[in-house]
């Protein structure tokens, strides 16, 4: 088990563009979460997927974000017409889904995306 | 989701001093989960506390939940090097069947840094 990976690890892109990440969760996980973090903040809930179902978006998610997780394996985020505003950290997690309390997650490395 | 405020926002000791931070809530907890972060790391998971009043201890780490659930602190004793990152809480959710319901709101976090 090599834990949560996710790729690229980092990315800067022009102001306009689009960009894709994607997140690998650990093998039968069936929940994944994707969440955004700035400097000096804790990480902030973005979508998160029971196996390939996504279950919940933050309204804070605009419509230029879409997630996908097509066979309930790996996840891709996509952010089109990028804008400096974007510029943070994107952080996967994975966890077990078990009955009656919150799962454990388990985060990725992130991605760092910087929009110039 | 659940607001959390984390207090102190920074934390400066000596090695082998004690260090605490708290969460605090407004509303009552269905349960907590704290993680630690390192600098240029990814948020990794300490403990979830569930019970009114549950004390856990991991090492050096003791973590609590208050009677009413409303708020939780973690205490280091003799801090080392080590312990140097940002400790996050996070609150989880349960829904009225008692069903994870994954997404985690993070505090703002505590910056712990000790000094050799």
């Known amino acids: 088990d090599t834990g949560v990976s996710q790729n690229p690890r980092h990315k800067i892109t022009k102001r306009g563009q689009n960009v894709t990440f994607r997140c690998d969760p650990i093998s039968e996980h069936n929940r994944l979460y994707w969440y955004r973090q700035t400097l000096g903040q804790g990480p902030e809930f973005l979508t998160y997927?029971?196996?390939?179902?996504?279950?919940?978006k933050s309204r804070l998610l605009s419509d230029r974000f879409s997630a996908e997780r097509p066979k309930g394996s790996f996840s891709t985020l996509e952010i089109q017409r990028t804008e400096q505003g974007d510029s943070a950290m994107y952080l996967c997690?994975?966890?077990?889904?078990?009955?009656?309390?919150?799962?454990?997650?388990?985060f990725g490395p992130g991605t760092r995306l910087t929009v110039l | 989701g659940q607001q959390v405020m984390q207090i102190p926002q920074y934390q400066h000791v000596q090695e082998g001093e004690d260090f605490t931070t708290y969460c605090n809530s407004s509303t009552t907890l269905s349960n907590i989960q704290w993680y630690k972060q390192r600098p240029g790391g990814h948020p990794v998971f300490l403990i979830q506390?569930?019970?009114?009043?549950e004390v856990k201890k991991q090492k050096r780490l003791t973590f609590q939940f208050g009677e009413a659930k409303k708020n939780s602190s973690l205490h280091i004793t003799a801090t080392q090097t080590t312990d140097v990152g940002t400790y996050f809480c996070?609150?989880?959710?349960?829904?009225?069947?008692?069903?994870?319901?994954?997404?985690?709101?993070f505090g703002q976090g505590t910056i712990l840094t000790v000094h050799p």
């Open positions: 997927f029971q196996n390939e179902a996504q279950l919940e």
């Open positions: 996070a609150p989880g959710l349960l829904n009225a069947g008692g069903t994870s319901y994954g997404k985690l709101t």
């Open positions: 506390l569930v019970k009114s009043g």
């Open positions: 997690a994975s966890s077990p889904r078990w009955f009656g309390s919150t799962d454990t997650q388990y």
